[in-house]
């Protein structure tokens, strides 16, 4: 079988994960089952369920937004029936007058033209730090379906911060490398002292790059940046496709603006309400509990490299990882860490059609000794290219935007020793690489979220969906946003992997797109 796991990123595995962390001086740890049945409950039907697409904004665009709420979009041919633009915003929404900042837009004019038209759906891929433009051909291609399609006009947009908006940078690659893939193993005081200097030193450089922008890349900015692009486009209400962050992301938009909100999915949610540690310790187990469920499916196989119990194949893959920190693998030119085997491993788990990559890469580095495998995958996960080139600034984006939306932790090295025994009680495998790392406290910017839950008072219904085997956004978090949106209802699929609209299958498929065309959902909930 020859690996090509990027033959599968437009197809199946979208750039949606909530990455988790970079294995010892992470800012933050937040990084074939198609049933049949899909088993719903009574409906529940959205006001004004043919919203115009050509109204003015619904909010007073005073205090100084007048321009920015009243500019006229430019939009040109891209290619491949595709138009873009690009829409001002403020730097600073709080100071309208501290200048401006530019998002990138693009967009698939509905197919079905103004009589089927109900207006935009914007989407968002996830992250944070993913592009919207890059998913947005993936979006049309393989994921929305084609009465969707004729109805709306798809809308990907780079959230500020990110990647053709005005974005985060901090130095040449071979800088953004080190940080990114080198082992730094903490392992005393000494060792964290290091790793925050480390992020000390990307902090600075990332501040000098890109200047004030680096501290107004936060989700309330952004999702403020969403109303300026729902009343821009025209569109009365805002409709919005979104997973993984993107699901934080839009809760924060109906919070903000509930009277705003049209139609909302919200794929594979983030609950609002965590904590740093929630979200270390979640992560931690939903992917301990998805590297079971694939050993479990490996060890069906007499392919499978991994021998005896599932604990004893969960046991083997820990062990590479830590034999490829202590003696890096050969890989051509090239070597594996333990840092890119870990991501190489990792990547694997968000689609469980990805399964048999991770089969053949552990193969390759068990019983041949080499992680060619294991580097291709870490570099898919990473956007980076094989001599060590990014081929976008996601992950520079996500340290930034998470920096300012989690509050700050400070640990020594016997309280990361302590919280990493906390995981090890629930995720043994993954234990180390998310409690034993530092935060954002050398960060330029402090925090200015505020973990909370999210409760839209007054916004039309949402939907929220949620995957029993999420790996990045465990299922119980789902069940929590869902809790605390007063109109959500929630759609369970019962799969592995990370998300689940595009992936799932008709059930899942027909229930969103329901939603979307006639802002119809299951009252009670759905499962599939």
Aim: proline share 6%.
């Amino acid at each position: 079988m020859e690996p090509v796991p990027s033959a599968r990123r437009d197809a199946r595995h979208r750039p949606v994960r909530l990455r988790p962390a970079t294995r010892g001086v992470a800012l933050l740890a937040a990084s074939a089952l198609l049933l049949a049945g899909c088993v719903a409950g009574k409906e529940q039907t959205t006001p004004d369920a043919t919203p115009t697409g050509t109204s003015a904004p619904t909010v007073d665009p005073s205090g100084g937004l007048e321009a920015f709420y009243g500019q006229t979009v430019e939009w040109t041919d891209c290619g491949s029936g595709y138009e873009c633009a690009t829409v001002a915003a403020p730097l600073d929404w709080d100071d309208p007058t501290a200048g401006t900042i530019e998002l990138a837009v693009k967009r698939a004019p509905a197919r079905g033209g103004a009589d089927e038209r109900i207006g935009s759906l914007l989407t968002n891929p996830g992250g944070p730090g993913s592009s919207g433009i890059d998913f947005l051909d993936s979006a049309v291609s393989w994921v929305i379906g084609d009465d969707v399609l004729d109805a709306y006009d798809v809308v990907g947009w780079d959230p500020r911060g990110v990647g053709r908006s005005s974005a985060v940078s901090c130095g040449d690659d071979a800088f953004v490398d080190e940080f990114f893939t080198t082992d730094h193993p903490i392992e005393s005081q000494e060792d964290v002292e290091a790793a925050r200097e480390l992020v000390r030193r990307l902090g600075e450089a990332c501040l000098e790059e890109t200047g004030p922008l680096l501290g107004e890349v936060d989700t309330v900015s952004s999702a403020r940046d969403m109303d300026l692009l729902r009343a821009v486009l025209g569109d009365e209400k805002l409709h919005y496709l979104g997973y993984s962050y993107g699901t934080f992301l839009g809760a924060t938009y109906a919070d903000l603006y509930p009277q705003n909100v049209g139609r909302l999915v919200l794929d594979g949610a983030l609950d609002p309400s965590m904590s740093n540690d929630d979200l270390s310790i979640g992560q931690a187990i939903g992917f301990e509990k998805s590297l079971r469920a694939y050993v479990t499916d490996c060890q069906q196989s007499s392919a499978c490299p991994l021998t005896g119990t599932v604990d004893a194949g969960m046991a083997q893959v820990a062990d590479l990882v830590a034999r490829a920190e202590a003696d890096p693998l050969p890989a051509g030119s090239s070597e594996v860490n333990g840092t890119l085997a870990w991501y190489g491993i990792v990547v694997t788990l968000y689609d469980d059609g990805s399964w048999p990559y991770l089969t053949f890469a552990l193969d390759e580095a068990i019983n041949e000794g080499t992680g060619a495998t294991l580097l291709e995958l870490a570099n898919f996960y990473l956007d980076r290219t094989p001599d060590g080139r990014y081929t976008s600034n996601s992950m520079l984006a996500f340290n930034a935007i998470n920096c300012l939306d989690y509050p700050m932790v400070v640990r020594d090295y016997d309280e990361m020793v302590a919280f990493t025994a906390r995981i090890a009680e629930v995720a043994p495998t993954f234990a180390r690489e998310f409690g034993m790392a530092v935060g954002c406290e050398t960060w330029p910017f402090q925090a200015t979220g505020e973990r909370r839950e999210l409760h839209a008072s007054g916004a039309a219904p949402i939907l929220v969906v949620g995957t029993t085997g999420d790996p990045a956004t465990p299922y119980e978090w789902s069940v929590r946003l869902a809790e605390q949106l007063e109109s959500a209802e929630l759609l369970t699929w019962e799969g592995e992997g990370h998300t689940a609209y595009g992936r799932a299958g008709r059930c899942v498929d027909e229930v969103v797109e329901r939603y979307l065309l006639e802002g119809v959902l299951p009252e009670g909930g759905a499962s599939c």
